[in-house]
């Protein structure tokens, strides 16, 4: 089954610091990995869209990775700021299918001042 | 910002009403969908359209309906509210390279 795990579920933090959000997933075959970001009561944002053959992505004080091999994607956060509270999705698209994205529960980051 | 649009942002209302939830893009995408999410859960897909006059039940299985007689405008409908049916719904609209969603309707059925 495809499946898309996120963690941590939920994440608190200090406004300023940084963070890591991980994202692994099963699902195959693979055609390109997404990060969302969404509000509270709003539809998801996309962050950061990366192919098989990108390794990194940055947006900001957003960088993303993928590892193709393993299977794993991470979204590295600086200095955050209040602002980025929210939850973070990770979306895989498959490929060969226009519709099928596999969707993460998301993970919930919270800043703190 | 995606120019995408949903109406209403909140509707609550009683059990066995009919009700349409509006979504619009400007962008000229024929990819429509429709996602349905739990608080603190993932998006699942409840229809998809192609384009004008196609549309496709999703992986979620759900007793709305859909329509795409227009490129702009993929509205939901639901025949008869239930409780079960409370939920945030999420329109998006995606070019080759990724969606982009509208600000949601959170439905609460009474």
């Known amino acids: 089954k495809n499946q898309v795990e996120q963690s941590p579920q939920s994440l608190i933090i200090l406004e300023g610091k940084n963070c890591t959000l991980q994202c692994n997933y099963t699902v195959s075959p693979f055609s390109n990995l997404r990060w969302y970001k969404q509000d509270t009561g709003r539809g998801p944002v996309s962050l950061t869209i990366m192919t098989f053959s990108e390794n990194t992505k940055s947006n900001g004080r957003y960088t993303a990775t993928l590892d193709a091999d393993t299977k794993q994607s991470s979204l590295h956060i600086t200095a955050s700021q209040l602002s980025d509270s929210a939850s973070y999705i990770c979306?895989?698209?498959?490929?060969?299918?226009?519709?099928?994205?596999?969707f993460g529960s998301g993970t919930q980051l919270t800043v703190l001042p | 910002e995606a120019d995408i649009y949903q109406t209403p942002r909140y509707l609550v209302i009683g059990t066995g009403k009919k009700i349409t939830l509006e979504c619009s893009q400007t962008?000229?995408?024929?990819?429509m969908y429709w996602y349905q999410q739990d608080p603190g859960m993932e998006l699942h897909l409840i229809h998809y359209s192609y384009g004008v006059n196609s549309t496709e039940k999703g992986d979620l299985s759900s007793e709305s309906t859909v329509s795409r007689i227009r490129t702009e405008h993929f509205p939901l409908t639901l025949e008869s509210a239930r409780p079960s049916h409370t939920s945030q719904y999420l329109c998006?609209?995606?070019?080759?390279?990724?969606?982009?969603f509208g600000p949601g309707t959170r439905l609460t059925v009474l």
């Open positions: 979306v895989v698209h498959i490929s060969g299918s226009a519709r099928q994205l596999t």
């Open positions: 962008m000229g995408h024929d990819k």
């Open positions: 998006a609209s995606s070019d080759v390279y990724t969606q982009y």
